[in-house]
């Protein structure tokens, strides 16, 4: 091959290698299927949850219920959550707020700048450990974020100040069946006068 064939050989070779690394941009959790244990401390609150997650949508059972309800079921592709009122066998629709979205990318919302610590093991996943720098309604706020190595996955999340916390344990990369995302039929909505679902 003259040195000209080779020389385009090699940039075709870079220009592909590079749309592959490229292709490996930190994804939402929404686009992973996984399973684990949230627990989110938030000053003297501690609300624990085991959280089922297949792309745009997400269940959390609660340890102690949240807003009446021991399970909520979100789906962004219906813009809405479920609520189910276990022990009375209902269910309640509500819109999405902040509070029912899981954000588990890499990057944080308003993050303006990183910095790698180091490398650690959490919850047997090899990690690395950043100290991340957050700009929201013209403030600055600092948090130190343990990412998996292999999926990209935020496994905890801790403010600098301490007084906020996120963190997944018994984190499962596994697919999980879309029947845990749908509304059990057995149930009757809580507002008789909204529209019935399905």
Do not use: C
């Amino acid at each position: 091959m003259d040195p000209r064939g080779l020389l385009l050989s090699i940039r075709l070779l870079l220009i592909w290698l590079l749309s592959i690394a490229t292709g490996v941009v930190p994804e939402p959790a929404t686009a992973l299927d996984f399973s684990a244990e949230r627990i989110v401390k938030n000053g003297a609150s501690v609300v624990t949850a085991h959280v089922n997650a297949k792309d745009d949508r997400w269940r959390f059972e609660y340890t102690q219920p949240q807003q009446g309800a021991s399970i909520m079921i979100v789906r962004m592709d219906k813009q809405h959550s479920w609520l189910i009122l276990s022990k009375r066998r209902q269910y309640l629709e509500v819109p999405i707020v902040a509070d029912h979205i899981l954000t588990v990318t890499e990057n944080m919302d308003g993050e303006v700048s990183r910095e790698l610590v180091g490398d650690e093991t959490l919850n047997g996943h090899p990690t690395e450990l950043f100290e991340v720098t957050v700009a929201k309604q013209g403030a600055t706020r600092q948090y130190y974020r343990w990412v998996t190595k292999a999926e990209r996955f935020p496994m905890k999340t801790v403010s600098k100040q301490g007084k906020w916390s996120e963190e997944f344990r018994r984190v499962i990369f596994t697919e999980q069946s879309p029947f845990l995302f749908e509304l059990p039929r057995r149930l009757d909505n809580a507002n008789p006068s909204a529209d019935t679902q399905q």
